[in-house]
Structure formats: structure tokens, C-alpha cells
């Protein structure tokens, strides 16, 4: 008897499970039958879903190419590769490879009649790591928060493999990295309604390199943007250009092109200016010679490079923001109070430089960001965010509200974390999404005036009283050291 019992107990889980299982439907692309998984009865995951063909052989180096595969059966239940990082920089991701252009999609049943908003993330790491599969991108938690949005990560190619600046790339192919991500909004645009989601209403969002992709994306597609809103967390469109003009710890990069001297070191040298010659040299050596040849010239850092598409100089951006010639779609932007402890603090000793570490602050994200908002302000519906949240678990001294820490409290994936921080982030990034002209007002916040208004929003201020999240300023004395640092005082 009981080992009836055990056995119909047995043979009952199976059959929910399977029956869970067969819940998920198969959804049709242009990128084939994609195979998703059950996360609850509320969450579906669709990973690894190809938007572009495998950029290698002889597409490496150049923008994506649609994939054109619908009868291809393709299994969604994993995370798929990264793209290849920095091997300078420390390895935190365990599968890398140059088949990397994939995108994960987090959805709910199909509801009747009804597509969803989607939002979209791009993830930072200075154009030179991060990615789409690892947890600190993982957008599973907040998915299952809210099943009203359509939750879609991207991987872009990053350092070397996205930013080869040869003279043989043709106007097109410059920045691939960059062109990446315009592909993603490209196939999310054709493909989202199969997985419940509204193609006319995307929300493009990231954090650091990610922000700043998002930031330059408006500038490059000014006249077709195929968005309804943006969101940027630290990180603006002029950031390339001042991370070779200001010494970040780990992030800085020379001027100087460093194609050539990868090129050189895999045997692979200019020759009577021979540059189709030489960049057909570079697509026969494998991943592990480029990895080698980035090591030992100790390049830390290949970042997108300005060609006047999709990225422009400094003077360019500052003359494109007064005119208003930057996509028409409402933005939510911000950055933490102290962006700059992330690369100062002295991890062997745990101390912190907080002078340097606010000027970094100041130069290469507060100020950028002010100077965008008080653009965007005039011509969209525009909120400005200041973070300022100090929790134990994310900040133990010196630590204060450092750069990506509003991330970490957004997607709730790190253990201890106060869960009204949680909420209240989740809610008002979510209420921008579904309603990005007005969704935010109905929480408190003001849209973006400028100087001698009330309308900064600072984000918990008083990290210990979580039942009152966000405060309105007058952004005039939290920005005045820009205008002295402008004036190079």
C-alpha cells in the first residue's frame, strides 16, 4: 500500500509537471520556434533567442545581419553565451564566444486582445564587459513583479570584437557593438507581439555603458527611434569621449587607436596601406590570439570610437542637445550621489578618497546627466532622478550610494536587500514604463523643470525611512559644481 502510494505520488508530479510544461507556448519569430520555460504560473522565460546571425568568419567586425531562420526549432530554456570580454580586465563570466547576439525575453500568459509594454535593458561594464546571462543583469525577480511588461535582455559585442576601428570598415559597420543594440530594438520591434508584447510601445533603459548606449542611440536614430520612452542609470552619450579625457581607475582609455598595434602583434601588419589586407589578416586569427595579443600590449579598455553616426564628439552632442536633435521620447535619467566610490575605494586597505571620488562623480556622470535633463526638459516629458541609498548589505563603510548600487535594488538580486527599497524602485521604473509621459506623477514625482524648481526627485535620502522613498529639490546647488567645473576652475 504504501508503496502504491509513493508510486501514485510519483506519477502525479510527473503529470504536473509535464502538464505545467506544456502551458508555455511555442512561439513563432523570424528567428525560428522558440521553446520557453514556466518560471510560475504567471512568468514565462524565452532565452537565448537569436536576433541577428552569429557574427563571425567573415562578419566579424562588421554590423549584424538579420537571421532569417522561422522554421528552425530553437530551445529557449537556458541562458546562452556571453560576449567575449575584456581579458585584461578580471573574467567573471565563465562562456564567452563570438556567437554572442542573443536576447532573452520575460513574458506572461497571453492575455485576450491585449499586448503589454516591453521594456528593454542593455547592461554596462564600460563597452568592455557585462552581460546579458549573468545574475546581476538577470531580469527574472522583477519579471514576476510585475507580468504587466514584457521584461527583454540583450547581449552587443563588447571591446575589441565590437569597437575595431580599421580603416577598411566601411561607414556602416563602424562601432558594431552599437549597431547591435539598434538590431535588438529592430527584431524586438518585428517579433515581441508573438510573446505578448506591444511593439509600439518600447521602453529602451540600461545602466552605465548601457545608459550611455541608450543615451547615444537617441542621438543616432533622432527621426526613427522605434521607442515610447528611455531610461538612463548613469551614464550619458558623451560618457566615451570623457572616459579618454578623465583618469578612471580600470576604465580610462587612450586616445590613440589601438587597432593596429592588435593587428601588429598577430602577425598581421599594415602594409602599403594595404587596410582590406589587414583586417582580412585579423579575421583568421582565433579568439585566443586576439585575447593574447589585448594581453600583453595591456590594452585596458577598446570603447566605441566617434564616426559621426553612431557616435559623435563632445562639441557635436553639446550642439545636437541645444537644438533638440535627439529622439522625441519622455526619459527618466539619473545617476547615485557617489558614482565614483565604485572606482576609487582602495579594496585592500578599504579606504576611500572621497575628493577624488566626487569629482569622478561629478565629471563623468552628474554633470553629463544635468545637461541632458535640462535638454530633454524642453522638448519631452522628462524626470530626474538623484540616488541616494545607503543599505549595510550593498555599502559598508567607507562605501556610500556607489555606481550600479540602484540597479542592484532594482532587479533584487542580491540577498538581504530592504524590501520596501525593492518595491518602491521596482514600482516607480515599472510605472514610467507602462505610462512614460505621466505614469510617475502618480507617485509623487514632478517632471523635470530645470534650475529654480522643485522637481529634482532624490530617491532615499533617509535611508532608514523607507515609508517616505523620495524628495523634491531644486537641482540648483546639487549642480552648481558643474558650472565651475565647466569653466575649469
Not at 578623465?246 to 587596410?275: H, K, M, Q, R, W
Request: hydrophobic fraction near 40%; glycine fraction near 6%; include cysteine.
Amino acid at each position: 500500500m504504501v508503496r502504491l502510494t509513493l508510486e501514485t505520488f510519483a506519477v502525479s508530479v510527473c503529470l504536473a509537471i509535464v502538464g505545467f510544461a506544456q502551458q508555455v507556448p511555442v512561439v513563432q519569430t523570424t528567428a525560428g520556434k522558440i521553446v520557453g520555460k514556466a518560471l510560475s504560473d504567471t512568468t514565462y522565460a524565452y532565452l537565448n533567442v537569436p536576433y541577428a546571425q552569429p557574427p563571425v568568419g567573415p562578419l566579424r567586425f562588421l554590423a549584424p545581419r538579420p537571421i532569417l531562420t522561422p522554421e528552425t526549432e530553437r530551445n529557449g530554456t537556458r541562458f546562452g553565451n556571453s560576449c567575449i570580454q575584456n581579458p585584461v580586465s578580471t573574467p567573471i563570466y565563465s562562456v564567452e564566444s563570438e556567437d554572442c547576439l542573443y536576447l532573452n525575453v520575460w513574458t506572461s500568459p497571453p492575455a485576450a486582445n491585449k499586448l503589454r509594454p516591453v521594456f528593454m535593458w542593455l547592461y554596462g561594464g564600460a563597452w568592455t564587459s557585462g552581460t546579458a546571462s549573468g545574475y546581476f543583469n538577470d531580469l527574472t525577480k522583477w519579471a514576476k513583479a510585475r507580468p504587466d511588461i514584457v521584461f527583454v535582455s540583450i547581449n552587443y559585442r563588447l571591446n575589441f570584437y565590437g569597437y575595431a576601428e580599421s580603416p577598411a570598415l566601411s561607414y556602416n559597420d563602424t562601432n558594431a557593438g552599437l549597431r547591435d543594440q539598434r538590431a535588438a530594438v529592430e527584431w524586438v520591434a518585428a517579433n515581441i507581439a508573438a510573446f505578448g508584447g506591444d511593439p509600439a510601445h518600447i521602453v529602451l533603459g540600461g545602466q552605465s555603458a548601457g545608459s550611455a548606449s541608450v543615451a547615444e542611440y537617441l542621438y543616432a536614430y533622432p527621426d526613427q527611434p522605434l521607442l515610447r520612452g528611455a531610461i538612463t542609470m548613469s551614464g550619458q552619450a558623451d560618457l566615451a569621449n570623457i572616459l579618454s579625457q578623465v583618469e578612471v581607475p580600470n576604465l580610462s582609455a587612450s586616445d590613440e587607436n589601438p587597432f593596429p598595434v592588435i593587428a601588429t602583434s598577430l602577425g598581421c601588419p599594415l602594409i602599403e596601406d594595404n587596410y582590406a589586407a589587414q583586417l582580412d589578416c585579423v579575421r583568421t586569427k582565433t579568439a585566443a590570439d586576439i585575447r593574447q595579443a589585448i594581453s600583453t600590449n595591456n590594452i585596458s579598455r577598446i570603447s566605441p570610437f566617434v564616426d559621426n553616426q553612431t557616435l559623435y564628439p563632445s562639441t557635436e552632442y553639446r550642439a545636437r542637445g541645444a537644438a533638440g536633435r535627439f529622439a522625441s521620447v519622455p526619459l527618466l535619467t539619473g545617476t547615485t550621489e557617489n558614482e565614483g566610490d565604485f572606482f576609487v575605494i582602495n579594496r585592500t586597505t578599504n579606504t576611500l578618497n572621497e575628493t577624488r571620488s566626487d569629482l569622478l562623480t561629478l565629471a563623468a556622470f552628474r554633470c553629463l546627466d544635468a545637461q541632458q535633463a535640462n535638454y530633454s526638459s524642453k522638448k519631452v516629458s522628462t524626470y530626474r532622478y538623484r540616488y541616494m541609498g545607503v543599505f549595510p548589505v550593498l555599502s559598508p563603510p567607507p562605501l556610500r550610494s556607489w555606481h550600479g548600487s540602484d540597479q542592484i535594488v532594482l532587479f533584487n538580486n542580491t540577498a538581504g536587500l530592504p524590501l520596501l527599497a525593492v518595491e518602491y524602485m521596482q514600482e516607480a521604473w515599472s510605472a514610467f514604463i507602462v505610462e512614460p509621459n505621466d505614469g510617475l506623477l502618480s507617485i509623487g514625482w514632478k517632471k523635470y523643470q530645470g534650475y529654480g524648481t522643485k522637481t529634482l526627485v532624490d530617491i532615499f535620502r533617509n535611508s532608514t525611512d523607507l515609508a517616505h522613498p523620495i524628495q523634491l529639490e531644486n537641482p540648483t546647488l546639487f549642480d552648481i559644481k558643474c558650472a565651475i567645473l565647466e569653466q575649469g576652475v
